[in-house]
């Protein structure tokens, strides 16, 4: 081909003709030959979103001193009790 006196765009034109896109490294960035270029750029942004909101509710879910007061009291001395009186049954 290169005999014949085509430059390097032309050999290259002919085999996708001849062969398809599929002989090229990569497709070529139009149409829907996007879709491999810009996916993954995609997803990660995607998957970047997820991961901050996940983290955004772990941080918002921890409880502050208040609620762990309020936990605690709501543990009786009836309760206490109640458990010690149980341990003793079954130990």
Do not use: C
């Not at 290169?2 to 490294?25: S, T």
């Amino acid at each position: 081909m290169l005999e014949q006196g085509m430059n390097k765009g032309q050999v290259i034109d002919h085999l996708v003709q001849k062969y398809g896109e599929r002989i090229l490294a990569a497709p070529a960035a139009e149409g829907l030959h996007l879709i491999p270029w810009l996916l993954p750029g995609i997803v990660m942004v995607l998957g970047g979103v997820l991961v901050a909101i996940l983290i955004y509710r772990w941080v918002k879910k921890k409880p502050n001193d208040s609620e762990e007061e309020s936990r605690s009291q709501a543990f009786t001395k009836e309760d206490e009790l109640k458990v010690q009186e149980e341990l003793k049954n079954w130990l």
